[in-house]
């Protein structure tokens, strides 16, 4: 599997190098050259661990097999409690799928505790032995679960922007005393996508990059932006949601989540692609109607209790990117307009 930017279709990757960079060097977004089909049923007869590595194979392709098992075994075991992608019954036919069993409670510890498994390995398998210096910018989860998952590892160092005021007291206190010997974390004045688009800013700036590649330091990212966040997530709305369909019970997918925020609609897109026959989460004219509204309107949104759903940016170009051969507008255009 190949990965190729947003920005540059020419330029392509493998999954180590998108994982390893992040970002491509004219600051477009790694995404899949294509999707690869899954067989649903297959999945569902799978543990949550297995089923991870089943499908994350699919887009990591320069790993080995045995990597991936290990190291979905080991992420989403013993720290999960065994309730990883746990469906708790609510009443009847009703059911809630329960993200909050990682060991910070946020649903990102799916994607930030297996993240820099792969990050290590990516570099294992590029035969790369600079530091690597992450940097992240958070609504406040994603801060602490990245801390979290990559705190104390070896040849990493990372820093966490977030805004201030635009987290909760609870998120902050949990990232301003994270443990480790390499994590740093700063309040942005501004929102949350000021702190992302100062951490683009670096990502770009070909004078830092050679300052750092003085000292053998690189740059990633443990944010939206890099595919390796991505590819965890997929797993959870897929499987679980089948596991209901295919074992008898009815679980219906509220749609209006797929509408209203941007990475489940993301996710959404996947899962149709992935899965056409199973997956009728969106039709081709929501996703018409949702990529002409919400990029503008993530922009004009305020900071509110639940500023995770004003997230856009890491989204928005890779949805757009994937509807492009099914909508009129390119997302170039369409970001321009709207000022992302």
């Known amino acids: 599997m190949q990965f190729f930017s947003t920005r540059d279709q020419n330029r392509k990757v493998t999954s180590s190098e998108a994982i390893a960079q992040g970002l491509s060097n004219e ?22 661990p297995a089923m991870a590595a089943a499908v994350i194979k699919e887009y990591l392709t320069d790993y080995s097999q045995d ?7 080991k992420t989403y075991g013993e720290a999960f409690g065994g309730k990883a992608g746990y469906l708790a019954p609510v009443e009847g036919d009703t059911y809630a799928l329960e993200l909050w069993h990682g060991p910070t409670c946020a649903f990102k510890d799916y994607a930030l505790q297996l993240m820099p498994k792969l990050l290590v390995e990516a570099k294992k398998n590029l035969g790369r032995t600079e530091k690597t210096l992450i940097l992240v910018a958070t609504s406040g ?17 990372i820093a966490v922007f977030y805004p201030t005021g635009g987290t909760s007291e609870i998120q902050r206190l949990q990232m301003a ?24 800013k670096v990502f770009g700036d070909t004078a830092i990059a050679a300052e750092l590649a003085k000292r053998n330091i690189r740059l990633s990212s443990a944010n939206s932006i890099n595919w390796g966040r991505l590819v965890p997530q997929i797993v959870y709305p897929d499987g679980r949601i089948d596991q209901k369909r295919y074992y ?21 897109m996947i899962l149709r692609a992935q899965a056409p026959e199973d997956h009728p989460l969106l039709t081709f004219d929501e996703l018409d109607q949702w990529r002409k509204g919400k990029a503008a309107e993530y922009r004009a949104m305020r900071p509110d209790g639940e500023p995770a759903v004003y997230i856009g940016r890491g989204y928005v170009e890779r949805f757009l990117e994937d509807c492009q051969a099914l909508l009129e507008q390119t997302y170039q255009d369409h970001l321009k307009e709207v000022g992302i």
């Not at 990597?67 to 075994?73: D, G, N, V």
């Not at 989860?141 to 160092?157: F, N, Q, R």
């Open 177 to 200: 005393t994270q443990e480790g010997a390499n994590v740093a974390v700063y309040a942005v004045r501004g929102n949350f996508d000021d702190a992302q688009t100062g951490v683009k």
């Open 141 to 157: 989860d994603t801060g602490k679960a990245a801390l979290d998952g990559y705190h104390d590892i070896p040849g990493v160092e």
């Open 248 to 268: 008898g019970d009815t679980l219906r997918t509220d749609a209006e989540l797929y509408r209203d925020c941007g990475g489940e609609a993301l996710f959404g």
């Open 67 to 73: 990597f991936l098992t290990e190291a979905a075994h």
């Open 27 to 48: 600051g477009g977004l790694f995404v899949p050259e294509s999707f690869p089909q899954v067989d649903v049923k297959a999945l569902c007869e799978l543990d949550y």
